[in-house]
C-alpha cells in the first residue's frame, strides 16, 4: 500500500539528530512509510560525513521522512535526492527568487545555503528496503554561530516571520508530488527538471580536485550522481561527493 509522504507527523520537542530518531522508531516500532518525523530542537544534527547541521531551537524545520523504496534499482538511488531537492526548490521557490539546487545535496539561494538533506539508505537482497531523509531548513533564524561560511534563512531574505509548522504542511506536500513522480517511474522528466535548476549549470566557474585547479561548468549529474563538468577547452569530468571542490 502506497502511503503519501505527511499522512503522519509525529512531534517531538528535542532529539539529538532526527534521522537517528526516525531509525530507532523504525526499528523498534511497525512505522508506515511517509511517516514524518519532526523536532522543534534537533540539538546535533548530522549533514555528510562529519557535518553537522546549526539549527535554533524552534526557529527552523528539522525533520525525517521514513519511505521505502524498493521499487528503485540500486544505482538510481540518486533519484531519491533529485526528486526531495526539486519539492524543496518548487516550495521555496513560492516564498523567494534565485532558489537552485547545489549538487549533490544543498538547497541555495543565491550564493548562500538555505538547507541541507541528509538520505541514508538501508539496502537488502538488492533493494533499498528504507529510505530516511532528514532535512534541515532555515526558517527564522537570523544569526548563525557556527563556521558554516554562507547560511541565510527565509527571514533575512524576505524580512517575514513564519510559522514552521504551517511551512511543513505545504513543503510536504511538494515532496510528495515529485516521490509520487518517481514512484510512476518518470524518471527522464525528473532528470530533466532537476538538471534546469543545479547550481552554477552552464556558468563558468573555477573548481579544484585532486590534480588541478581550472576552470569549468556544470553540465549535468549522471545516472549514479556523479556531478559532470565540462573543463574550458578540455575533458567532462565526473565526479563523486568531496572529489570537486566549488571555488
Given at each position: 500500500?502506497?502511503?503519501?509522504?505527511?499522512?503522519?507527523?509525529?512531534?517531538?520537542?528535542?532529539?539529538?539528530?532526527t534521522?537517528n530518531?526516525?531509525?530507532?522508531?523504525?526499528?523498534?516500532?511497525?512505522t508506515?512509510?511517509g511517516?514524518?518525523?519532526?523536532?522543534?530542537?534537533?540539538?546535533?544534527?548530522?549533514g555528510?560525513?562529519a557535518?553537522?547541521?546549526?539549527?535554533?531551537?524552534?526557529?527552523?524545520?528539522?525533520?525525517?521522512?521514513f519511505?521505502?523504496p524498493?521499487?528503485?534499482?540500486?544505482?538510481?538511488?540518486?533519484?531519491?535526492?533529485?526528486?526531495?531537492?526539486?519539492?524543496l526548490?518548487?516550495?521555496?521557490?513560492?516564498?523567494?527568487?534565485?532558489?537552485k539546487?547545489?549538487?549533490?545535496n544543498?538547497?541555495?539561494?543565491?550564493?548562500?545555503?538555505?538547507?541541507?538533506?541528509?538520505?541514508?539508505?538501508?539496502?537488502?537482497?538488492?533493494?533499498?528496503?528504507?529510505s530516511?531523509?532528514?532535512?534541515?531548513?532555515?526558517i527564522?533564524?537570523?544569526?548563525?554561530?557556527?563556521?558554516?561560511?554562507?547560511p541565510v534563512?527565509?527571514?533575512?531574505?524576505?524580512?517575514?516571520?513564519?510559522?514552521?509548522?504551517?511551512?511543513?504542511i505545504d513543503?510536504?506536500?511538494?515532496?510528495?508530488?515529485?516521490?509520487?513522480?518517481?514512484?510512476?517511474?518518470?524518471?527522464?522528466?525528473?532528470?530533466?527538471?532537476f538538471?534546469?535548476?543545479?547550481?552554477?549549470l552552464?556558468?563558468?566557474?573555477?573548481?579544484?580536485?585532486?590534480?588541478?585547479?581550472?576552470?569549468?561548468k556544470?553540465?549535468?549529474?549522471?545516472?549514479i550522481?556523479q556531478?559532470?563538468?565540462?573543463e574550458?577547452d578540455?575533458p567532462?569530468?565526473?565526479?563523486?561527493?568531496?572529489?570537486?571542490?566549488?571555488?
Amino acid at each position: 500500500m502506497c502511503h503519501h509522504i505527511g499522512h503522519s507527523i509525529i512531534k517531538i520537542e528535542r532529539t539529538v539528530s532526527t534521522n537517528n530518531y526516525a531509525t530507532s522508531q523504525v526499528h523498534e516500532n511497525e512505522t508506515k512509510a511517509g511517516t514524518v518525523f519532526l523536532a522543534y530542537d534537533q540539538t546535533a544534527g548530522r549533514g555528510q560525513l562529519a557535518n553537522r547541521w546549526e539549527s535554533e531551537a524552534g526557529k527552523n524545520l528539522t525533520f525525517s521522512v521514513f519511505l521505502r523504496p524498493s521499487f528503485l534499482e540500486i544505482h538510481k538511488q540518486y533519484m531519491l535526492s533529485k526528486v526531495v531537492c526539486l519539492g524543496l526548490e518548487s516550495f521555496l521557490s513560492e516564498l523567494t527568487e534565485c532558489v537552485k539546487i547545489k549538487w549533490p545535496n544543498d538547497m541555495y539561494v543565491g550564493d548562500r545555503k538555505i538547507c541541507g538533506i541528509l538520505i541514508e539508505n538501508a539496502i537488502m537482497s538488492g533493494q533499498i528496503s528504507q529510505s530516511i531523509i532528514g532535512i534541515g531548513l532555515n526558517i527564522n533564524q537570523t544569526r548563525f554561530l557556527s563556521e558554516a561560511p554562507n547560511p541565510v534563512s527565509l527571514k533575512m531574505l524576505t524580512g517575514q516571520d513564519y510559522s514552521p509548522d504551517d511551512l511543513l504542511i505545504d513543503l510536504l506536500k511538494q515532496l510528495d508530488h515529485y516521490y509520487s513522480q518517481l514512484v510512476a517511474g518518470n524518471f527522464d522528466q525528473l532528470d530533466l527538471e532537476f538538471q534546469q535548476k543545479l547550481y552554477r549549470l552552464d556558468e563558468w566557474h573555477p573548481y579544484k580536485d585532486e590534480k588541478h585547479h581550472y576552470t569549468g561548468k556544470i553540465i549535468g549529474v549522471n545516472e549514479i550522481g556523479q556531478l559532470k563538468i565540462q573543463e574550458r577547452d578540455g575533458p567532462v569530468h565526473e565526479y563523486h561527493f568531496k572529489e570537486v571542490a566549488y571555488l
